[in-house]
């Protein structure tokens, strides 16, 4: 158990609809990333919060939008779904936020959440 | 733009012989360099890093990887298999050090024989 937590587990829904995941880090992790891995795309990361703000952003589609809350709770939303979505999105938290983490830091994934837009 | 290139997408080992999984990256500034393990239905779990200092990075369960700029590899070795080392393993690099905005190479299966 890496300590990280998503839900929900599955989610079945229709195109042009709008879904919200969520994330919980580990316990004392301030930055929370997200990771789309579908068969087409492979893995790739879309967003990162630190603290509360967004610290950067990688192919994240424009329909796609995150936030972290105070708790550091992040939760991902995606909207005008498109069958192309449908993919494995993970979240990770770490402790560090930029620049290059010391050897003693690590990443911990939470288990996904299964996206499948029919 | 930065990229990784993993050799093999599928890797075949005895149990109990060396466990040899190639990344050669591409990047235009020194590169952050990042093997991460997925097991079946399952997440993903980071491995090992390579930020600056010695080369020779030792990792979680046993496993190891050496950045070598000449040969612009950050191949991933470990000297004896075990059947619970079957799983998907990730090659990424990132030009920002950190693991943000890391780019993930396709993914390399590994297969351990009894």
């Known amino acids: 158990d890496s300590g990280v937590t998503q839900t929900p587990k599955h989610l079945i829904t229709a195109t042009g609809q709008r879904v919200t995941l969520r994330c919980s880090p580990r316990s004392g992790d301030l930055s929370v990333y997200w990771y789309q891995q579908s068969l087409d795309q492979g893995l790739q990361f879309l967003i990162q919060y630190y603290n509360g703000e967004e610290r950067a952003k990688g192919n994240i589609l424009e329909r796609f939008s995150a936030q972290q809350f105070p708790d550091l709770h992040s939760e991902l939303n995606l909207s005008s779904l498109e069958l192309g979505d449908s993919a494995l999105y993970f979240c990770?938290?770490?402790?560090f936020g930029s620049g290059i983490p010391p050897s003693t830091d690590t990443q911990y994934f939470g288990p996904g959440t299964r996206l499948t837009v029919l | 733009a930065q990229s990784v290139t993993q050799l093999g997408s599928h890797v075949s080992v005895s149990e109990g012989a060396l466990v040899l999984l190639r990344c050669n990256y591409s990047?235009?500034?020194?590169?952050?360099l990042f093997w991460y393990v997925q097991y079946p239905n399952q997440g993903l779990q980071l491995l090992l890093k390579y930020t600056t200092g010695a080369t020779l990075v030792k990792g979680i369960n046993g496993f190891e990887a050496e950045f070598k700029k000449s040969e612009t590899s950050f191949h991933l070795t470990k000297p004896s298999a075990h059947m619970s080392d079957a799983a998907e393993y990730f090659c990424?690099?990132?030009?920002?050090?950190?693991?943000?905005?890391?780019?993930f190479g396709t993914g390399t299966k590994l297969q351990v024989i009894p």
């Open positions: 990424a690099v990132s030009d920002s050090g950190g693991y943000q905005k890391v780019t």
């Open positions: 990770a938290s770490s402790v």
């Open positions: 990047s235009s500034v020194p590169p952050y």
